[in-house]
Protein backbone atom coordinates (compact mmCIF):
# COMPACT_ATOMS: atom_id res chain seq x y z
CA UNK A 1 0.00 0.00 0.00
CA UNK A 2 1.27 3.79 -0.73
CA UNK A 3 2.09 5.81 2.33
CA UNK A 4 -0.26 8.98 2.89
CA UNK A 5 1.69 12.11 3.65
CA UNK A 6 -0.44 15.24 4.08
CA UNK A 7 -3.45 13.92 3.01
CA UNK A 8 -1.86 12.30 -0.03
CA UNK A 9 -0.66 8.80 -1.19
CA UNK A 10 3.16 9.05 -1.49
CA UNK A 11 3.86 6.00 -4.25
CA UNK A 12 7.37 4.41 -4.07
CA UNK A 13 8.07 4.32 -7.38
CA UNK A 14 7.93 6.56 -10.71
CA UNK A 15 6.24 4.30 -13.24
CA UNK A 16 7.28 7.08 -16.19
CA UNK A 17 10.96 6.98 -15.26
CA UNK A 18 12.99 4.75 -17.40
CA UNK A 19 16.66 3.27 -18.57
CA UNK A 20 17.13 1.81 -21.66
CA UNK A 21 19.72 -1.11 -21.39
CA UNK A 22 21.77 -1.09 -23.99
CA UNK A 23 23.85 1.68 -25.95
CA UNK A 24 24.51 0.41 -29.63
CA UNK A 25 22.60 1.69 -32.83
CA UNK A 26 19.45 0.08 -31.91
CA UNK A 27 19.45 1.97 -29.04
CA UNK A 28 19.56 5.21 -30.52
CA UNK A 29 16.18 4.47 -32.27
CA UNK A 30 14.63 2.89 -29.43
CA UNK A 31 15.46 6.03 -27.16
CA UNK A 32 14.05 8.25 -30.12
CA UNK A 33 11.07 6.46 -30.18
CA UNK A 34 10.61 6.89 -26.00
CA UNK A 35 11.16 10.36 -26.31
CA UNK A 36 8.09 10.79 -29.21
CA UNK A 37 6.02 8.71 -27.25
CA UNK A 38 6.28 11.81 -24.55
CA UNK A 39 5.03 8.87 -21.90
CA UNK A 40 8.68 8.08 -20.25
CA UNK A 41 11.57 10.08 -18.80
CA UNK A 42 14.43 8.21 -19.62
CA UNK A 43 17.10 8.16 -16.76
CA UNK A 44 20.19 6.70 -18.91
CA UNK A 45 21.12 4.09 -20.56
CA UNK A 46 22.40 0.63 -18.99
CA UNK A 47 25.96 -0.96 -21.02
CA UNK A 48 28.30 -3.22 -19.72
CA UNK A 49 30.85 -2.28 -22.32
CA UNK A 50 30.37 1.86 -22.13
CA UNK A 51 31.95 4.16 -19.73
CA UNK A 52 29.64 5.75 -16.97
CA UNK A 53 29.25 9.90 -18.23
CA UNK A 54 29.55 8.79 -21.77
CA UNK A 55 26.26 10.07 -23.88
CA UNK A 56 24.23 7.95 -25.87
CA UNK A 57 21.88 11.24 -28.58
CA UNK A 58 21.69 13.16 -25.61
CA UNK A 59 20.93 10.26 -22.98
CA UNK A 60 23.89 9.19 -20.11
CA UNK A 61 25.36 6.11 -19.55
CA UNK A 62 25.08 5.18 -15.80
CA UNK A 63 27.24 2.24 -15.58
CA UNK A 64 26.46 -1.24 -16.36
CA UNK A 65 24.31 -4.28 -14.73
CA UNK A 66 25.73 -3.66 -11.29
CA UNK A 67 24.18 -0.65 -10.85
CA UNK A 68 20.16 -1.84 -11.36
CA UNK A 69 20.25 -2.56 -7.74
CA UNK A 70 20.74 1.44 -6.99
CA UNK A 71 18.34 2.67 -9.24
CA UNK A 72 15.81 0.36 -8.22
CA UNK A 73 15.86 1.52 -4.69
CA UNK A 74 15.65 4.80 -6.31
CA UNK A 75 12.37 3.83 -7.14
CA UNK A 76 12.80 3.14 -10.72
CA UNK A 77 10.89 0.13 -11.81
CA UNK A 78 10.98 0.58 -15.79
CA UNK A 79 13.45 -0.76 -18.33
CA UNK A 80 13.80 -1.39 -21.82
CA UNK A 81 15.90 -3.79 -23.96
CA UNK A 82 17.97 -2.16 -26.48
CA UNK A 83 20.31 -4.86 -27.10
CA UNK A 84 19.12 -6.39 -30.50
CA UNK A 85 21.00 -9.62 -30.38
CA UNK A 86 21.27 -9.93 -34.15
CA UNK A 87 23.36 -13.45 -34.73
CA UNK A 88 23.02 -14.02 -31.24
CA UNK A 89 19.54 -14.07 -29.52
CA UNK A 90 21.38 -15.13 -26.39
CA UNK A 91 22.69 -11.72 -25.91
CA UNK A 92 19.19 -9.77 -25.84
CA UNK A 93 17.65 -13.30 -24.01
CA UNK A 94 20.94 -12.17 -21.13
CA UNK A 95 19.44 -8.63 -20.59
CA UNK A 96 15.71 -9.43 -20.06
CA UNK A 97 16.90 -12.23 -17.25
CA UNK A 98 19.17 -9.66 -15.56
CA UNK A 99 16.55 -7.19 -15.97
CA UNK A 100 13.88 -10.11 -14.05
CA UNK A 101 16.58 -10.72 -11.29
CA UNK A 102 16.30 -7.00 -10.12
CA UNK A 103 12.78 -7.16 -10.13
CA UNK A 104 12.34 -4.70 -13.13
CA UNK A 105 9.38 -4.40 -15.54
CA UNK A 106 9.40 -4.40 -19.17
CA UNK A 107 6.54 -2.69 -20.88
CA UNK A 108 5.44 -3.02 -24.61
CA UNK A 109 7.22 -0.14 -26.20
CA UNK A 110 5.14 1.03 -29.68
CA UNK A 111 6.37 3.75 -32.26
CA UNK A 112 3.24 5.96 -32.54
CA UNK A 113 3.49 5.79 -36.51
CA UNK A 114 3.29 2.22 -35.76
CA UNK A 115 -0.12 0.16 -35.73
CA UNK A 116 -1.20 -2.52 -33.12
CA UNK A 117 -5.08 -3.93 -34.20
CA UNK A 118 -7.14 -4.33 -31.19
CA UNK A 119 -7.36 -7.69 -31.44
CA UNK A 120 -3.67 -8.42 -31.43
CA UNK A 121 -1.60 -9.12 -27.89
CA UNK A 122 2.04 -7.83 -27.75
CA UNK A 123 3.76 -9.47 -24.22
CA UNK A 124 6.19 -8.23 -22.48
CA UNK A 125 9.27 -6.35 -23.24
CA UNK A 126 8.10 -6.30 -26.98
CA UNK A 127 9.23 -3.24 -29.52
CA UNK A 128 7.42 -2.44 -32.55
CA UNK A 129 9.42 0.53 -34.43
CA UNK A 130 8.35 3.37 -36.60
CA UNK A 131 5.79 2.34 -39.44
CA UNK A 132 5.02 -1.36 -38.37
CA UNK A 133 1.69 -2.97 -38.13
CA UNK A 134 0.65 -5.53 -36.20
CA UNK A 135 -2.88 -7.19 -37.61
CA UNK A 136 -5.58 -9.25 -35.76
CA UNK A 137 -5.42 -11.89 -33.53
CA UNK A 138 -2.28 -12.37 -33.95
CA UNK A 139 0.58 -12.67 -30.77
CA UNK A 140 4.25 -11.54 -30.36
CA UNK A 141 5.93 -12.80 -28.04
CA UNK A 142 7.96 -11.92 -25.20
CA UNK A 143 11.03 -9.62 -25.74
CA UNK A 144 10.26 -10.16 -29.42
CA UNK A 145 11.56 -6.59 -31.91
CA UNK A 146 9.66 -5.50 -34.33
CA UNK A 147 11.77 -3.22 -36.73
CA UNK A 148 10.81 -0.64 -39.30
CA UNK A 149 8.32 -1.45 -41.91
CA UNK A 150 7.33 -4.58 -41.04
CA UNK A 151 4.04 -6.54 -41.37
CA UNK A 152 3.29 -9.27 -39.13
CA UNK A 153 -1.00 -10.33 -40.67
CA UNK A 154 -3.47 -11.63 -39.15
CA UNK A 155 -3.74 -14.62 -36.86
CA UNK A 156 0.69 -14.39 -36.63
CA UNK A 157 1.64 -16.13 -33.49
CA UNK A 158 5.62 -15.15 -33.22
CA UNK A 159 7.44 -17.11 -29.93
CA UNK A 160 9.80 -15.67 -27.34
CA UNK A 161 12.61 -13.16 -28.69
CA UNK A 162 11.65 -13.38 -32.25
CA UNK A 163 13.42 -10.43 -34.28
CA UNK A 164 11.86 -9.14 -37.66
CA UNK A 165 14.18 -6.99 -39.15
CA UNK A 166 13.24 -3.70 -41.48
CA UNK A 167 10.98 -4.47 -44.37
CA UNK A 168 10.20 -7.88 -43.35
CA UNK A 169 6.59 -9.43 -44.33
CA UNK A 170 4.54 -12.24 -42.56
CA UNK A 171 1.66 -13.28 -44.03
CA UNK A 172 -1.79 -14.63 -42.30
CA UNK A 173 -1.56 -17.62 -39.79
CA UNK A 174 2.17 -17.62 -40.00
CA UNK A 175 4.36 -18.69 -37.01
CA UNK A 176 7.83 -17.97 -35.89
CA UNK A 177 9.47 -20.12 -33.21
CA UNK A 178 11.24 -18.76 -30.73
CA UNK A 179 14.49 -16.66 -30.86
CA UNK A 180 14.33 -16.93 -34.66
CA UNK A 181 15.57 -13.82 -36.79
CA UNK A 182 13.85 -12.81 -40.21
CA UNK A 183 16.08 -10.70 -42.22
CA UNK A 184 15.43 -7.67 -43.87
CA UNK A 185 13.01 -7.66 -46.78
CA UNK A 186 11.98 -11.26 -45.91
CA UNK A 187 9.15 -12.83 -46.64
CA UNK A 188 7.31 -15.74 -44.90
CA UNK A 189 4.38 -17.21 -47.02
CA UNK A 190 0.75 -17.67 -45.45
CA UNK A 191 0.25 -20.25 -43.04
CA UNK A 192 4.11 -21.19 -43.21
CA UNK A 193 5.70 -22.51 -39.17
CA UNK A 194 9.44 -21.68 -38.89
CA UNK A 195 10.78 -23.12 -36.40
CA UNK A 196 13.18 -22.11 -33.27
CA UNK A 197 16.66 -20.39 -33.31
CA UNK A 198 16.38 -20.31 -37.65
CA UNK A 199 18.13 -17.75 -39.61
CA UNK A 200 16.26 -16.28 -42.46
CA UNK A 201 18.74 -13.60 -44.83
CA UNK A 202 17.55 -10.77 -46.04
CA UNK A 203 15.06 -10.97 -49.37
CA UNK A 204 14.78 -14.83 -48.73
CA UNK A 205 11.33 -16.08 -49.39
CA UNK A 206 9.92 -19.05 -47.37
CA UNK A 207 7.04 -20.78 -49.02
CA UNK A 208 7.23 -24.00 -46.96
CA UNK A 209 7.73 -24.65 -43.25
CA UNK A 210 11.38 -24.13 -41.91
CA UNK A 211 12.53 -26.85 -39.56
CA UNK A 212 14.52 -25.95 -36.24
CA UNK A 213 17.99 -24.46 -36.43
CA UNK A 214 18.09 -23.57 -40.13
CA UNK A 215 19.74 -20.88 -41.56
CA UNK A 216 18.20 -19.88 -45.12
CA UNK A 217 20.60 -17.42 -47.16
CA UNK A 218 19.99 -13.97 -48.32
CA UNK A 219 17.85 -14.06 -51.52
CA UNK A 220 17.32 -17.92 -51.36
CA UNK A 221 13.89 -19.33 -51.97
CA UNK A 222 12.93 -21.74 -49.67
CA UNK A 223 12.76 -24.96 -50.10
CA UNK A 224 15.60 -25.08 -52.37
CA UNK A 225 14.89 -25.86 -56.23
CA UNK A 226 14.75 -29.10 -57.43
CA UNK A 227 15.45 -29.76 -61.33
CA UNK A 228 13.78 -32.55 -63.18
CA UNK A 229 15.38 -34.63 -65.88
CA UNK A 230 15.94 -31.90 -67.98
CA UNK A 231 17.74 -29.77 -65.54
CA UNK A 232 14.43 -27.12 -65.58
CA UNK A 233 14.01 -25.94 -61.68
CA UNK A 234 10.38 -26.22 -60.58
CA UNK A 235 9.26 -25.81 -56.88
CA UNK A 236 10.49 -28.49 -54.61
Same mark, same amino acid.
Given at each position: ?139 ? *? $???? !? &??? =?? /???? %??? @? ?22 ? *? $???? !? &??? =?? /???? %??? @? ?28 ? &? ?5
Amino acid at each position: MPEISNGYPQFAYDATKMVIYGGGGLSKMIIETVRVLGVYQIVGIIDDNMKAGDLVIGSPVLGGAEVLVDLYKQGIRTAVNSVGGIGNYKARLNVFHQLAKARFICPAVVHPTAHIDPSARLEAGVLVLAQSYVSGNAVV *G $MGSL !I &NNS =VV /VSHD %CVL @GVCTNLSPGAMVAGDAMIGDFSQI *G $MSAT !I &NIG =VR /VGRE %CLI @GNGATIKKDVPDGTRVYAGAIWPPYQTDKY &NTPRDA
